[in-house]
């Protein structure tokens, strides 16, 4: 029987580590199955976040970074988004620390890059359907912009220039 991958979330001291379910999720849906015998563990080093909750988007985009130089075979690429809603439900990408403190509502999203399809999502506060919706789309959107410096910066990197 396949065991699922396992990814760690190991704070700063390194003392303790929490487990991460959904990082566990969007990797078993990532990878092929043809990765039957492979064993992939992944370590994210936390680093000192001031309570920020868009820490988990820059996770998802680390790891599956790691996991294209690693050379893995993957069905699609995947990101993170997060978006916050403050309180007259005005939404923000990439909101800064304060940003997310002062909103109603945080919320995380993991995209695959071909058909833009949630994978995962992370909610933190009160919002309603129609606003998750349009978080939802405004992620989906912003994705295509963290997909293309992906391809940018993999064309840089294993350019023969």
Not at 125 to 134: F, I, K, P, R, T
Request: glycine residues 4%; proline residues 4%; aromatic residues 6%.
């Amino acid at each position: 029987m396949l065991t699922p991958p396992t990814i760690t979330c190991l704070p700063v001291t390194g003392s303790t580590a929490c487990s991460i379910p959904q990082l566990q999720a969007w990797l078993c849906y990532c990878l092929l199955g043809r990765l039957l015998q492979v064993l992939i563990c992944g370590n994210i080093v936390r680093i000192p976040d001031r309570g920020s909750e868009k820490l988990l988007a820059c996770c998802l985009n680390a790891a599956c970074m790691a996991l294209v130089d690693a050379g893995v075979p993957m069905r699609a690429l995947f990101c993170g988004v997060t978006c916050a809603l403050d309180s007259d439900g005005t939404f923000m990408l990439d909101p800064t620390a304060k940003q997310e403190k002062e909103a109603r509502a945080v919320l995380t999203f993991a995209l695959d890059s071909v058909e833009r399809k949630l994978l995962m999502s992370t909610t933190k506060g009160l919002y309603s359907d129609a606003e998750l919706q349009q978080c939802l789309a405004a992620a989906q959107t912003a994705s295509q912009h963290v997909f293309r410096f992906y391809r940018e910066s993999l064309q840089r990197r294993y350019s023969k220039s």
